[in-house]
């Protein structure tokens, strides 16, 4: 390639195409990310807050009261706009790696059983899984995190969510 046709030992020809591609780097190693830092994602949980397990159906739901402080990942406060399909009402609230996260499906125990709760353990996470059976609907409830988080730092937190979980009148 002849000398007049190089720019800094590049080839005059290719720099227009290089500049879209330069271009793009850029917006994805900087422009993106700036707008993703200034963009606030928490969603902390404030005194009275109360998240829906369930659909309201009929005159009941299934509710329970997640623990002050505690980001809100996904699900629907009560008293927002009311859960749907497309929304997913599945919650999951999250504090310093711990993750709480409840979903209900129809189920009833032939010994009649109201509850269950395990504790595991693996090489990476502790958790609890609970199971409880309100008004023919099944709740499970998953919590996983580090072990010296789950079982020191958040156990007084975990256990009164776990034991907010309830049935209440739909208006109440």
Known sequence: MPV?????????????????????????????????????????????????ISQPADAF?????????????????????????ARGIDPRVVDEGVAFSALTKPFVTAAGDKGLLVRYVSPTND??????VLDGNGVQVTVTGPAEQVDVEHAEDVA????????EEVGS
């Open 61 to 85: 739901r299934i509710v329970f009261t997640p623990a002050v402080g505690w980001n809100i990942e996904q699900g629907v406060v009560v008293g927002e706009e009311p859960p749907t399909a």
């Open 160 to 167: 009164a969510m776990l034991v907010s979980i309830r049935e």
């Open 4 to 52: 007049e046709n190089r720019v800094w030992g590049l080839d005059r020809r290719s720099l227009p195409w290089a500049l879209p591609v330069l271009g793009l780097i850029i917006v994805m190693a900087w422009v993106l990310p700036a707008i993703a830092r200034a963009i606030p994602w928490d969603d902390p949980v404030e005194p009275g807050d109360v998240l829906f």
């Open 127 to 132: 958790g609890v899984l609970a199971a409880l």
